[in-house]
């Protein structure tokens, strides 16, 4: 793997071990080279796994809309800055720049970015693995849900497993590592 784009929250969120977390992923990314990719923000989780992974070496491109960086959110100490048009442009570029996903803790951005790249493997337009960090349990009830998503036909297994879970960085970045893509499946449930 040699580059991977995370997705997280523009908040530090209310606990500060979600902090913690996003700095250690930084670090270890650019210990272990792995570019990293993501959404260009100067604030919260984003500015602290930035500033991290900068800090120990590693090569930082963030992708950013006009309009965020126009409101004075952008990080602009980082390897490459990429500046686009639109919040989908955001997307589409942060895919291109990448082999793989990794999510930590955020809110509706981070669930929309996360879900559109579990939906494009599912549907074969993608092939990243997707990583998906529960730190202190902060997935918990999304995981749930996804198994009950399963669990009632909602969900094929081979598309529920699209999406890697673990509890501590290491485990996460050695498992996207070694990640062997399912055969392809199709979406849709035979009856």
């Not at 809309?65 to 919040?87: A, I, N, Q």
């Amino acid at each position: 793997m040699q580059s991977a784009v995370v997705f997280c929250g523009a908040n530090t969120g209310s606990n500060s071990i979600y902090a913690r977390a996003a700095a250690e992923l930084g670090r270890q990314m650019a210990e272990r080279r792995i570019q990293a990719v993501y959404g260009a923000g100067k604030v919260g989780l984003m500015g602290v796994f930035a500033d991290a992974a900068l800090q120990a070496g590693g090569e930082v491109l963030g992708v950013i809309p006009f309009f965020l960086r126009k409101k004075e959110v952008c990080h602009e100490g980082l390897t490459k800055l990429y500046v686009v048009d639109s919040m989908h442009e955001r997307k589409i570029k942060m895919a291109q720049l990448s082999e793989a996903v990794i999510v930590l803790p955020g809110g509706y951005g981070t669930m929309d970015e996360v879900f559109e790249m579990l939906t494009l493997a599912q549907l074969g337009q993608g092939r990243h693995p997707v990583g998906l960090l529960n730190i202190n349990g902060f997935y918990g009830p999304l995981i749930a849900q996804l198994d009950t998503m399963a669990a009632e036909g909602f969900l094929k297994p081979a598309h529920r497993e699209l999406l890697l879970v673990a509890d501590d960085i290491t485990t996460l970045l050695d498992r996207l590592e070694s990640f062997q893509a399912p055969p392809k499946e199709g979406k849709w449930i035979k009856l």
